[in-house]
Nanobody, 125 residues
Framework: EVLLVESGGGSVQPGGSLRLSCVAS????????MAWVRQAPGKGLEWVAA????????YYQTSVKGRFTISRDNDKSTIELQMNMLKAEDTVMYYC??????????????????RGQGTQVTVSS
């Protein structure tokens, strides 16, 4: 069973930083692209960033480029999202996600990705 457990969310002032972490288990972690996705209340899921199975960032949403950095540690089966210069519009639930396809390099069909329970990020003064 795929299990993704996120942590690191919280409340921060605009301009602040947070580091999200996700521990994965129940599958061959090194065979799958992983990602962070987010969802605002009443809206659909959206991509934030994705990292290839070998650890290369392969996607950043335009609005987070230069502010967020995705990484992974295949020895620990973890991925992280370093979020800097946070803005109020970054206030949403963030989810760690696993590609439904093995060894794929193009994030797509977001609804088909396995997700964790999520961690809330709130940016407010």
């Amino acid at each position: 069973e795929v299990l993704l457990v996120e942590s690191g969310g919280g409340s921060v002032q605009p301009g602040g930083s947070l580091r999200l972490s996700c521990v994965a288990s129940g599958f061959s972690f090194t065979d799958y692209t992983m990602a962070w996705v987010r969802q605002a209340p009443g809206k659909g899921l959206e991509w934030v960033a994705a990292v290839s199975a070998r650890g290369r960032p392969i996607y950043y949403q335009t609005s987070v480029k230069g502010r967020f950095t995705i990484s992974r540690d295949n020895d620990k089966s973890t991925i992280e999202l370093q979020m800097n210069m946070l803005k109020a519009e970054d206030t949403v639930m963030y989810y760690c996600a696993k590609d439904f396809r093995e060894s794929a390099m193009n994030p797509q069909n977001i609804e088909n990705w396995s997700r964790g329970q999520g961690t809330q990020v709130t940016v407010s003064s």
